[in-house]
């Protein structure tokens, strides 16, 4: 017959597998009160050294940051051209409507060839009638089909211009650039008419600073070039002794020792692509400015011109 162990319990005792609820809160606890200390110590270091709250106070970040060499020179200026960007518009930046470089569809051939030479743009807006109607864009390159093929429209060669409000974003801008895979965009005004064009290169050159173009000489020596209609192209940095030998001219030497300075000091503050002005019998114009400086002036003689001289 069986029988059954009585020394053998009912029911196992089994370890206990976890702590009792007091201890396994405790753990708990000594991590929240980690946490709370920590949290603490970020706030008290933060009060000591708070951080930049303006972007003023970020760019000297920046400044002591390379000033300890943490970042290199070029880098904080990049930093510093992002930080600017952020709240800069396509209206800081354009070339204005007076100032723009545009071809007449209805111009012949030569005319047009001699502006594109004179000028020395890549991409240029065009128009019918009007000035501020913008009919397309035209590459310099694409010019060269009409001397091959005298037979093409210039119209079926126009791009169509990206248009873009005086208000937008130069981060937004430089996006749609890269999506559109465009270079230059026409900027209009509140009232829908032409205030003026930006360019792909004038918005990274506010990250970047200079990009260096055609008009750079690669050697850094040649100051003064004769261009293709005859007139000079001068650099802003030449030398007013230079200028004044090449030229036969006696433009004062005592006060600026560039070309580019002594035009601001004319104008009174610094020349925007387009402008031109008359000092000593001769015209200069500003070819390109970048960086607060003019690049390159085209120097003519300023009766050689019938207009009327203007600063």
Known sequence: MGHCNHDTPAVSDHPPSRPPRSDRHSGGHRHESFRDNRNLFVRLVEFLSPGPDSTAELIQTLAEAEQRDLI???SRVMLEGVIRMASMTAGDVMVAFKRMDVLDIDAPYEELLAEVINTAHSRFPVYEGSRDNIIGILMAKDLLKLQRAPELNLRTLLRPPLYVPESKGLNELLREFRSNRSHLAIVIDEFGK????ITIEDV???IVGEIEDEFDDEDGESS????????????GDAAIE????????????DEFDTIGG????????VPRR?????????????????????RWFKVTRALDDGEAPSA
Do not use: C, K, W, Y
């Not at 002594?262 to 503050?269: I, P």
């Not at 031109?276 to 400086?293: E, Y």
């Open 274 to 294: 387009g402008e031109r002005v008359d000092i000593g019998g001769l015209r200069f114009t500003v070819m390109l400015a970048r960086g607060g400086a003019v």
């Open 224 to 235: 003064i070039f004769t261009l293709a209609d005859g007139s000079q192209r001068v650099a």
């Open 242 to 253: 230079s200028v004044n030998e090449v030229f036969q001219t006696q433009l004062p030497e």
């Open 194 to 197: 032409t205030a003026g064009l």
């Open 204 to 206: 990274l050159e506010e």
């Open 72 to 74: 290199e020179p070029e």
């Open 262 to 269: 002594l035009v601001a000091h004319e104008l009174g503050r």
